[in-house]
């Protein structure tokens, strides 16, 4: 049959024959949802993550996380680009699991959205992480409003392609307060010099950027200096970032 091009509700007339030309018809209501995460609930146990693979530079992990897995989940891409699909693979219970590749030229934020149909319900999670690509002989900025990252021409020693990707905090010791948002800056080549980062912090907070050690489970001190409502600090390597 022919497809649905606009989303709404829509009244279709199903009519059947059968051989002797005796005709039935029937009516069936038609609920058509965009996919382009305009519509869908969010709730607690429906959720998408992106994880930087650290064997395949050029690839991001996505994981989709559901606590009742009856519903299969869709994921999509998209934002300075037209929406697509990812295929995801069921890895173990509750958890769905697809790649997608960081490519030269890529510009700007980039969405990742969980889809499931549950029951009558339409569930949805986004994640948005931020790309750019450097090339070996210039600078390139990326930046969103909690955070600035400044690569330098030969940060990289040749063209790479550059995500910075917000998520929680977690992990955190007593002694430790944090603010905002951490950041996985990850990248399809190793660093060769150090690109600058900024982190916004509110006004009169007293801030220090950490790095996390994920071989001793720990934020480890990185420091950083105080220009207006950011801290600033040289990378000394790729990884995840807070204040």
Known sequence: GEGFAVSGAEVVTI??????????????????LPVD????ETREGFSVTVVP???????LDLFVLTDDDRYAPRLRTGGSSPWRGLSLTSIAEGIWHATDALTPGM??????????????RLTSSRRQIFVGT??????????AA????????????AEAVVAVIPGAIDHVPEELVPIGSAFDVHATRPLTSSPS?????????????????????????VGGDRDGDRVQVALPRLGRYAL
């Open 197 to 221: 980062l900024s982190l916004r912090t509110p006004a009169g907070v007293d801030a220090a950027v950490y790095r996390w050690d994920g071989l001793d489970q720990r934020w480890r001190f």
């Open 107 to 120: 510009e700007g934020p980039v969405d990742f959205l969980a889809l499931a149909l549950e029951g009558q």
């Open 15 to 32: 009519t059947a024959r059968d051989n002797a030309g005796n005709l039935a018809t029937g009516r069936v209501l038609v609920q058509v």
């Open 134 to 143: 450097a090339p070996a002989a210039a600078g390139k900025t990326i930046a």
């Open 53 to 59: 693979n650290p064997i395949q530079p050029d690839y």
């Open 146 to 157: 909690d955070f600035q990252l400044d690569v330098a021409a030969g940060d990289f020693g």
């Open 37 to 40: 995460g305009s519509a869908g």
